[in-house]
């Protein structure tokens, strides 16, 4: 009788169990999982949008993305643009962190100047970015440099330049973000241990690299992965301030996907190039959850 | 101690139950929408590319007087989608279930959107009309095997814009002071250009709606390549952008940017609607935005080159979407919207295919901002002399990829010859 009653209730319980989370299943499964496992499907499909039209093709599609300098070409200046926006982005981050989190005179005030691009529209500080980085010396950068001797370039519209100037203006919009999560990390450090490395000697940039990094480190590798995705799949700086020009110099994967899919309306295709770039994701966000154990002491 | 008690299972399961009907509803009522016979007023969704609140109004009087014919009552809905965005929008839109009934093409598109089957066919809808009112020329691009797929509503030339009193001010002979000594050459036009930049600090010329370097590049170059007696390409798949004649007047362009320093270059938002510079080019739907200028303005046709004089004709048409639930209505409604008084109607604004409006005196004064004689020379005369602009079925693939090339020109040493010989490659790519 006892028996019972315990396999009901854990029944009942069963039951609210899923019907709590069977919303939240319902949404996964419709918005998240379907078009995932959708993508994939494409991908091995001759798949044309505007025609409306769809045939089976196996690999072929993967097997063209070899021999498509295009691909190539994105694939490159996706791993550029990652590799820009993801030293320069940890770097000032946790530098602005650590300056901020000391609770000196004025912070709360840098905080607020820092934080604000992440709350501004993503469209609107890109079409400022493309006022403001004009070339010749209508656009206020090139003003200013005129001010002090330099000639700016074309920023926009010269291929090493167009590359550089958006990385700087994503990193300059994420900033705030980062610089709050490390700023937790930095005011939940264990002050004694840092103290009793004061008294035993340690400071600068031993103190830094010797103790306050190690137990920042789990925090770190948290930011270098969500800031590692986040550069790989950057589009409305792209699209805004440059279209993936000059000279395909700005083509990243995301951006060739969407001339792929909505431009050539080669919706087939695209969805292979969605699918490496899914892989490559997947592979950089693995290696590096991996390797946290080697790079960090502890785990939070 | 009582425990609290969890929520009953009999009421989770009824949750759930909802739930599942709610969602089940939801999609049942989608499906419903998409099959069943529409009862009372009509919804129509029209989808253009202009956002001027009169053409709308102009369009939507279009809708409610064939409505008021019909005997039924129409709820029209005009979706604006950006010029840029166009096409990828409206392609979507066209997969879905809630696509456009009704919706303008651009030429460029007009192949591939054939071709794709989206475009009813209309030669049903089109009986009443009298054939030899509407150049066999201009519905060539909108017909496949001998069916008719989009009519045009609009065959307007492009033409220059320009500020009297920045030329005034630079002591430059403006466009129609050349006009009148018979010396409107691109020669003379990079001459004056030169004059306006030097004597006044302010560029001369901002290529159309600014983005003569990208989503506008041929039309920015066809009055110029074609003037020289070159072009991009033939139908019969002549790939003609590397020859010299398309070679020397891209080049007199590019000196005019980089040599003369004359023209807006690209990533510059200087713009001739604000006074920033003395000529842009222009169509008749574009003065409207001149209405409050702070300038005195002009408007002249395109300058000649060797080859005589060869604007751009903007084409644009509307059809009816093949998949619309009110396909024939839709087709109908497209028959309406270009019949000979709604043409006259929209001359204005949109200058008409069909001869007997071009020729009349009242399509001469449609345009209130516009004289008689701007519109004769500029606008009638324009649309004898011009074409559109080259379109293939494979334009999307082409426009993507030949940008690529054409990027290159935008440097002050760029080889012209070379970089046209890219593009040249790309365009035989696909048009075979």
């Known amino acids: 009788m006892?028996?019972?009653?315990?396999?009901?209730?854990?029944?009942?319980?069963?039951?609210?169990?899923?019907?709590?989370?069977?919303?939240?299943?319902?949404?996964?499964?419709?918005?998240?999982?379907?078009?995932?496992?959708?993508?994939?499907?494409?991908?091995?499909?001759?798949?044309?949008?505007?025609?409306?039209?769809?045939?089976?093709?196996?690999?072929?599609?993967?097997?063209?993305?070899?021999?498509?300098?295009?691909?190539?070409?994105?694939?490159?200046?996706?791993?550029?643009?990652?590799?820009?926006?993801?030293?320069?982005?940890?770097?000032?981050?946790?530098?602005?962190?650590?300056?901020?989190?000391?609770?000196?005179?004025?912070?709360?005030?840098?905080?607020?100047?820092?934080?604000?691009?992440?709350?501004?529209?993503?469209?609107?500080?890109?079409?400022?970015?493309?006022?403001?980085?004009?070339?010749?010396?209508?656009?206020?950068?090139?003003?200013?440099?005129?001010?002090?001797?330099?000639?700016?370039?074309?920023?926009?519209?010269?291929?090493?330049?167009?590359?550089?100037?958006?990385?700087?203006?994503?990193?300059?919009?994420?900033l705030g973000m980062n610089v709050l999560i490390f700023m937790g990390a930095v005011l939940n450090m264990p002050g004694d241990v840092i103290e009793a490395a004061r008294i035993d000697g340690a400071k600068g940039w031993n103190l830094f690299s010797k103790i306050k990094l190690p137990l920042l480190m789990p925090t770190v590798m948290m930011v270098t992965i969500v800031t590692v995705i986040g550069s790989m799949r950057v589009f409305d700086t792209i699209k805004l301030m440059t279209?993936?020009?000059?000279?395909?110099?700005?083509?990243?994967?995301?951006?060739?996907?969407?001339?792929?899919?909505?431009?050539?309306?080669?919706?087939?295709?695209?969805?292979?190039?969605?699918?490496?770039?899914?892989?490559?994701?997947?592979?950089?966000?693995?290696?590096?959850?991996?390797?946290?154990?080697?790079?960090?002491?502890?785990?939070? | 101690m009582k425990n609290v008690r969890p929520m009953g299972a009999k009421r989770a399961l009824i949750m759930l139950l909802v739930f599942g009907l709610a969602l089940g509803m939801a999609f049942s009522q989608g499906a419903k929408e998409t099959t069943s016979t529409p009862s009372g007023p009509v919804s129509l969704t029209i989808a253009t590319w202009t956002s001027n609140p009169d053409q709308i109004a102009l369009l939507d009087s279009f809708v409610q007087d064939f409505a008021k014919s019909k005997g039924i009552e129409i709820k029209s809905n005009f979706e604006s989608i950006p010029f840029g965005e166009y096409n990828t929008k409206?392609?979507?839109?066209?997969?879905?279930?809630?696509?456009?009934?009704?919706?303008?093409?651009?030429?460029?598109?007009?192949?591939?959107?054939?071709?794709?089957?989206?475009?009813?066919?209309?030669?049903?809808?089109?009986?009443?009309?009298?054939?030899?009112?509407?150049?066999?020329?201009?519905?060539?691009?909108?017909?496949?095997?001998?069916?008719?797929?989009?009519?045009?509503?609009?065959?307007?030339?492009?033409?220059?814009?320009?500020?009297?009193?920045?030329?005034?001010?630079?002591?430059?002979?403006?466009?129609?002071?050349?006009?009148?000594e018979g010396a409107w050459t691109w020669e003379n036009f990079r001459k004056v250009s030169k004059q306006v930049t030097d004597n006044?600090?302010?560029?001369?010329?901002?290529?159309?709606?600014?983005?003569?370097?990208?989503?506008?590049?041929?039309?920015?170059?066809?009055?110029?390549?074609?003037?020289?007696?070159?072009?991009?390409?033939?139908?019969?798949?002549q790939v003609l952008i590397n020859k010299s004649e398309a070679v020397a007047a891209v080049k007199l362009f590019h000196d005019m940017v980089y040599v003369d320093k004359s023209v807006v270059p690209p990533g510059n938002q200087s713009d001739f609607f604000s006074g920033n510079a003395a000529m842009t080019v222009g169509q008749i739907s574009r003065v409207s935005k001149l209405k409050d200028a702070s300038f005195a303005w002009g408007l002249a046709p395109m300058p000649s080159g060797p080859k005589g004089n060869a604007p751009v004709i903007g084409q644009a048409a509307i059809g009816a979407h093949s998949k619309s639930k009110h396909v024939e209505l839709a087709a109908e409604l497209v028959a309406y919207m270009t019949n000979k008084s709604s043409v006259a109607a929209m001359a204005g604004i949109w200058p008409p295919a069909r001869k007997s409006v071009m020729d009349s005196e009242a399509f001469l004064t449609s345009n209130p901002m516009v004289t008689s004689v701007q519109m004769k020379e500029a606008v009638a005369n324009s649309i004898k002399t011009g074409r559109v602009l080259p379109s293939h079925v494979k334009y999307p693939q082409i426009e993507v990829e030949s940008k690529m090339s054409f990027d290159k020109l935008w440097q002050p040493n760029a080889d012209v010859r070379k970089i046209l010989d890219e593009v040249a490659a790309v365009y035989a790519k696909h048009i075979k």
Do not use: C
């Open chain 1, 2 to 174: 006892k028996k019972l009653s315990l396999q009901s209730t854990h029944r009942r319980e069963a039951i609210i169990g899923w019907a709590f989370v069977t919303p939240q299943m319902a949404g996964f499964i419709i918005f998240v999982l379907l078009p995932l496992v959708s993508v994939f499907m494409y991908g091995m499909q001759e798949k044309n949008l505007l025609f409306g039209t769809s045939s089976f093709v196996g690999l072929d599609n993967f097997g063209r993305l070899f021999s498509d300098p295009l691909f190539v070409k994105s694939l490159v200046n996706t791993l550029i643009f990652s590799a820009g926006v993801v030293p320069l982005n940890l770097i000032f981050s946790l530098m602005l962190a650590l300056y901020l989190g000391g609770g000196k005179t004025g912070t709360r005030f840098v905080r607020g100047i820092i934080f604000l691009p992440v709350v501004t529209s993503g469209v609107a500080w890109a079409i400022v970015w493309r006022y403001l980085l004009q070339g010749g010396t209508a656009g206020p950068v090139n003003w200013f440099l005129s001010q002090v001797g330099i000639e700016g370039p074309n920023w926009l519209f010269e291929k090493g330049w167009a590359m550089a100037s958006v990385i700087v203006t994503r990193v300059m919009k994420n």
């Open chain 1, 243 to 300: 279209d993936g020009g000059p000279e395909g110099s700005t083509m990243v994967m995301v951006y060739y996907i969407y001339h792929q899919a909505f431009r050539m309306f080669e919706t087939g295709y695209a969805s292979a190039i969605a699918v490496v770039l899914f892989g490559i994701v997947l592979v950089l966000t693995l290696g590096q959850w991996v390797s946290r154990k080697r790079v960090s002491y502890y785990e939070v």
């Open chain 2, 90 to 180: 409206l392609s979507l839109e066209l997969q879905s279930q809630n696509g456009p009934d009704l919706f303008w093409v651009l030429e460029t598109a007009a192949p591939a959107f054939i071709e794709s089957g989206l475009l009813a066919n209309l030669d049903q809808a089109m009986k009443a009309y009298d054939p030899a009112d509407i150049s066999s020329d201009a519905l060539e691009l909108w017909s496949k095997g001998g069916s008719v797929y989009a009519i045009p509503f609009s065959t307007s030339p492009f033409f220059i814009l320009y500020n009297q009193n920045l030329f005034a001010k630079a002591g430059a002979k403006n466009p129609d002071q050349l006009i009148a």
């Open chain 2, 200 to 237: 006044t600090g302010i560029w001369a010329f901002q290529t159309v709606d600014g983005q003569g370097y990208d989503a506008r590049i041929l039309h920015n170059l066809a009055p110029i390549v074609r003037s020289y007696g070159g072009d991009f390409w033939t139908e019969d798949g």
